[in-house]
Nanobody, 120 residues
């Protein structure tokens, strides 16, 4: 499975960006997708998740500002980021997890990341 993220860039504080990630190559129909981020010197953290057929969940730090959505037909996941803050600056990664059988250990795949920079 390959994940290609895009949409990062430089934005002023208070502005918005929309990230996209498309999955291809061996993607199962039912899969969970999520966005993580990693700032310099910090651990990678979960930003938002969207399990297959389930409800989205968010890190407390982004609730009310970010929205994750999916296009199941296109194997794409999006992250709409509004009211961006300096502390949102990071490399954002999309993640896909899937299982062939319910009893299987999930496979986990990562994209290369897209940089989000927030300026004053």
């Amino acid at each position: 499975v390959q994940l290609q993220a895009s949409g990062g860039g430089l934005v002023q504080a208070g502005g918005s960006l929309r990230l996209s990630c498309v999955a291809s190559g061996g993607v199962y129909r039912e899969n969970d997708m999520a966005w993580y981020r990693q700032a310099p010197g910090k651990q990678r953290e979960l930003v938002a998740s969207h399990p297959y057929g389930g409800d989205a969940d968010y890190a407390d730090s982004v609730k009310g500002r970010f929205a994750i959505s999916r296009d199941y037909g296109k194997n794409e996941v999006y992250l709409q980021m509004n009211s961006l803050k300096f502390e949102d600056a990071a490399v954002y990664y999309c993640n896909l997890q899937q299982k062939l059988l319910p009893s299987d250990w999930p496979q986990s795949f990562w994209g290369r990341g897209t940089q989000v920079t927030v300026s004053s």
